[in-house]
């Protein structure tokens, strides 16, 4: 059974930092796309940003330069790195992951993805 267990949320000030972590387990990590994406309150779920198998990411257009995603194939491991955050990132994250079709493929859509991690709550707040 796979399973994306997601830690890592909570209340940070605006301006501040914050880094998720999500560890599937049930899957050959190395073999998968790593997605985050978030929800907003009365919002549709977005596209955050992806890594692929070869450890290159891309981002939403509006996220580059604060959010980075990393991830440590020995720790079965993904990161959501998030720097400068505003009011307008409070949301609930969640990672996701599907089966690479070849080394570079990302994946941008939720639909693409299959297994997902359980969401965490993030608010950006004084």
């Known amino acids: 059974q796979v399973q994306l267990v997601q830690t890592g949320g909570g209340l940070v000030q605006p301006g501040g930092s914050l880094r998720l972590s999500c560890v599937p387990s049930g899957l050959t990590f190395n073999l998968y796309v790593l997605g985050w994406f978030r929800q907003a309150p009365g919002k549709e779920r977005v596209f955050v940003g992806a890594?692929?198998?070869?450890?290159?990411?891309t981002y939403a257009d509006s996220l580059k330069g604060r959010f980075s995603i990393s991830r440590d194939n020995g720790k079965n491991t993904v990161y959501l790195h998030m720097n400068s955050l505003g009011p307008e990132d409070t949301a609930v994250y969640y990672c996701?992951?599907?089966?690479?079709?070849?080394?570079?493929?990302?994946?941008?859509?939720?639909?693409?993805?299959?297994?997902w991690g359980q969401g965490t709550q993030v608010t950006v707040s004084s």
């Open positions: 996701a992951a599907e089966l690479a079709g070849t080394p570079s493929r990302y994946y941008y859509s939720g639909d693409q993805y299959r297994y």
């Open positions: 890594i692929n198998k070869i450890g290159n990411s």
